[in-house]
């Protein structure tokens, strides 16, 4: 319909057609053809579509009423299962008091609560929490406070920052910056300036079918003397990892590497961020990869886990020197310019609140941890399956690399996904050439053996 010019028309002929195009919208069909899906292949989901409707505990249910394992914790989220019913209630609860209230100049008291709560969980002095909505939005504020940090320090000629190839750390400018997945990148410009990579720390060769920290590749943190002697330290705010790399196909840290590059940034007085969005909350055992490791970072980004997945919401933690360096000034102005009207929602902090209670009286970390050597040796049984080429392991995480097909990047990768769900009733993620599984922390050790029963049957199914 033509769009009417103002003026053109009287106002209450005006009226009557934005009335008509209401009513209209009110009875457009429920298809598939107005979601346009995020990473996802459109045209081949709207071909076959793959849709939930409901889930409870360790299971999803399709839309024709299957069970489906969730061998994937939706993304790396839902870390204590499905539709708890205290998370549930809480969401509830808190919807039925209070809305919404408004982050900035006012606050609400399950913030604080929940603040203090995970900043307890949080290795050394990390003790001040920044809330937002999603890990995209954690590591963005991550990254500007590290150069803020600088800043408000006299330190302004630290703008430079460092990830690492392989690195996903969501799709906001910064985090596609200091990330190095070549699709999410190669298509957005020219990014942030100033940033450069640390070397991937993965090597089939060296560490092919490892459970657990590969014991090769620690030198690899040595690159980081290498950017410091091409850039000058005092170009360098901050350098992000992930402990775990997750998104590109569960890359564990090399033994000794994280604690190497500690050492290195201390050297220079350059930040250490752990982008924790997956590795947060459990998923290697502990509330925080930190603490697996022994290593306290400068500011660690976390998301998915702190609800399970039942509301979006993420954050960053800050060692209290970091915060203390902003708390100078005058009393009446902002230290931190800087925020998201939906940060600290009052849904999403009960959702927190509900969700680490869950972790603490169902011990979930310590299950995680209990399992972790039960489901690396399930994962190992799919070695010599047709085109699997590796298999890693970490906590309860998991990527199994197949070969490419030919000419058609992650095809293999994506047929075995689609297989499991449709045929197998399982729940798998695939990330380029990688099947990625990573199922809640409630699972069971029968489900963890029908996990990759399924997965090696779909697996054989697409050869
Ligand atoms: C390490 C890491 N950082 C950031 C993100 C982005 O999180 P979100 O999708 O909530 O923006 C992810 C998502 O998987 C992630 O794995």
């Known amino acids: 319909m033509p769009v009417p010019m103002p003026g053109t028309m009287p106002e209450s002929e005006m009226v009557s057609d934005m009335a008509q195009t209401r009513l209209a919208t009110v009875t457009a069909p429920n298809d598939l053809e107005s979601y346009w899906l995020p990473f996802t292949p459109n045209r081949s989901f709207k071909r076959s579509p793959r849709l939930i409707v409901r889930a409870k505990d360790m299971h999803y249910y399709s839309a024709d009423n299957r069970a489906l394992l969730d061998g994937t914790a939706g993304l790396w989220c839902t870390n204590a299962g499905h539709n708890r019913d205290p998370i549930v209630a809480a969401i509830k609860r ?29 290795p050394g002095d990390l003790n001040r929490v920044f809330f937002c909505n999603s890990g995209s939005e954690a590591v963005d504020t991550a990254l500007k406070i590290a150069l803020a940090y600088h800043n408000v320090r006299g330190e302004g000629s630290r703008t ?96 000794g590497y994280l604690q190497r590059l500690r050492a290195i940034c201390d050297r220079h007085g350059i930040l250490l961020i752990f982008d924790e969005v997956i590795t947060g909350f459990g998923r290697l055992g502990y509330a925080f990869a930190a603490e697996r490791y022994g290593v306290v970072p400068d500011l660690i980004t976390f998301a998915k886990g702190v609800t399970s997945g039942a509301v979006p919401m993420g954050g960053v933690i800050a060692r209290d020197g970091i915060y203390e360096a902003f708390m100078r000034g005058p009393e009446h102005v902002i230290e931190l310019f800087h925020g998201y009207t939906y940060s600290v929602h009052p849904l999403a902090c009960a959702a927190g609140l509900a969700t680490l209670d869950l972790y603490r009286d169902e011990k979930l970390f310590d299950r995680a941890k209990a399992l972790e050597p039960r489901f690396a040796d399930a994962a190992m049984t799919l070695r010599g399956l047709p085109g699997v080429l590796d298999i890693r392991t970490v906590g309860l995480a998991v990527g199994i690399d197949l070969a490419s097909r030919a000419g058609a990047p992650g095809l293999r990768a994506y047929q075995v996904m689609e297989r499991a769900f449709q045929e197998e009733g399982v729940m798998v993620r695939a990330a380029g050439e990688t099947i990625a599984l990573s199922p809640p922390l409630i699972v069971s050790e029968a489900q963890i053996d029908e996990i990759f029963d399924k997965v090696g049957r779909a697996i054989k199914a697409v050869t």
């Not at 808190?94 to 209230?101: I, K």
């Not at 990014?191 to 560490?207: C, F, I, K, N, W």
């Not at 705010?237 to 998104?247: D, H, K, N, Y």
């Open 94 to 122: 808190a919807a039925e008091q209070l809305d919404y209230s408004p982050a900035f100049q006012f606050a609400h008291p399950a913030a604080f609560e929940l603040a203090g709560r995970v900043a307890a969980l949080a």
């Open 160 to 255: 430079r920052l460092i990830g690492r190839e392989r690195g996903y750390h969501g799709v906001g400018f910064g985090g596609i910056s200091v990330g190095g997945i070549v699709n999410n990148r190669k298509f957005f410009g020219s990014l942030l300036a100033g940033v450069d990579h640390l070397p991937a720390t993965y090597s089939r060769e060296h560490q092919a079918f490892t459970k657990g920290e590969p014991q090769w590749g620690a030198h690899f943190a040595d690159e980081l003397e290498r950017l410091v002697a091409l850039h000058d330290a005092a170009t360098i705010a901050a350098v992000i990892i992930e402990p775990m790399a997750g998104s590109t196909g569960v890359l564990p840290a090399p033994q």
